[in-house]
C-alpha cells in the first residue's frame, strides 16, 4: 500500500512541479516581446507570482513531511499568543485571496496563550487556511475562530466549500489521500498538507479533526494546551 502511494507521490509531485514551472516559463517567453501593452504585462506578472507561489508551497510541504519522515524535526514548545500569530498568517493570506472571497479572525479578548512550538503552530494555521481558500467557491467566506476549551485553546477553521463526506473525514489527514477529483473544483495537490498538520498537532500534545456535510462547508478544528 505505501509502496502504491509512493509511486503515485512521486507522479503527482512531478506534475504538480512542471505545471506550474512550464506557466512561469511560458509568461518570461512572452514577456520578452517589447511590443506588450501594459494589461498584457500586469496578468503575465500575476501570473508569475501566482504559479512560483504554487511551487513554493508544495516544496514546503514535500521539505516538512521529509522531515516527519527522518524524525529530525526537534519541538520547541513554548508559551505562544496564538492569536497574534493566527492574525500574522492571516495578514500574508488576505494577500492572495481570490477576488470577492473573505478570511475573518474571531477571537474573543480573554484567549489564554497556548504550550507550542511556534513555527510548527504557523505551519498548521497556514495550510488549514490556504485548504479553506483552495476549495472554497469563489466569493466564499472563510472564518478562523479562536476560543479557550477546557484547559485547551481551540483554532477552528471554517470555509464554506464543497465539504467531506463522512466516510472520508478520517482518511484525509492520512499522507498523500486526497478526495475524489469532482470533490475538489479540480484543485490540485499533494495530499501531504493535512498529513503534515496532524502529525504537528500531535507532536504539540493536542488533536485535530474536521466536522463538515457534503455541500456545506468544512470546518477543521485543532486543541492545543492552555500555557500555565
Ligand atoms: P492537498 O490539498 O495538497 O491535496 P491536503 O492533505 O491538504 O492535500 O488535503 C487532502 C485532501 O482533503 C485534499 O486533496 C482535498 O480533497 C481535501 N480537503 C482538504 N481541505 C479541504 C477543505 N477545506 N474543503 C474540502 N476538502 C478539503
Known amino acids: ?46 501570473l508569475i507570482f501566482h504559479q512560483s507561489d504554487r511551487l513554493a508551497r508544495i516544496v514546503n510541504d514535500v521539505l516538512w513531511a521529509s522531515q516527519l ?13 496564538g492569536v497574534e500569530l493566527a492574525d500574522e ?24 496563550a497556548v504550550e507550542a512550538d511556534v513555527e510548527k503552530l504557523r505551519r498548521v494555521l497556514v495550510n488549514l487556511v490556504d485548504n479553506a481558500v483552495k476549495y472554497s467557491p469563489e466569493g466564499g467566506r472563510i472564518r478562523v475562530e479562536i476560543e479557550p476549551a477546557d484547559g485547551h485553546v481551540r483554532f477552528a477553521v471554517q470555509d464554506e466549500g464543497l465539504g467531506i463526506p463522512a466516510s472520508e473525514q478520517e482518511r484525509i489527514f492520512d499522507k498523500f489521500h486526497r478526495l475524489d477529483p469532482n470533490l475538489q473544483r479540480g484543485v490540485s495537490g499533494t495530499g501531504l498538507g493535512l498529513y503534515i498538520c496532524r502529525e504537528l498537532v500531535l507532536q504539540m500534545n493536542g488533536r485535530i479533526w474536521v466536522e463538515s ?10 486543541e492545543l494546551p492552555v500555557a500555565d
Open 69 to 81: 519522515e527522518s524524525g529530525r524535526l526537534g519541538t520547541t514548545i513554548e508559551k505562544c499568543d
Open 213 to 222: 456535510e457534503l455541500g456545506a462547508g468544512a470546518t477543521f478544528s485543532f
Open 89 to 112: 498568517v492571516l495578514v500574508e493570506a488576505r494577500a492572495r485571496l481570490p477576488d470577492g472571497a473573505s478570511l475573518e479572525l474571531v477571537a474573543s479578548g480573554s484567549v489564554p
Open 1 to 46: 500500500e505505501l509502496d502504491r502511494l509512493k509511486d503515485e507521490f512521486v507522479a503527482v509531485a512531478s506534475h504538480e512541479l512542471r505545471t506550474p514551472l512550464a506557466a512561469v516559463y511560458g509568461a518570461a517567453i512572452t514577456l520578452r516581446q517589447q511590443d506588450l501593452d501594459t494589461k498584457a504585462r500586469d496578468s503575465m506578472l500575476d
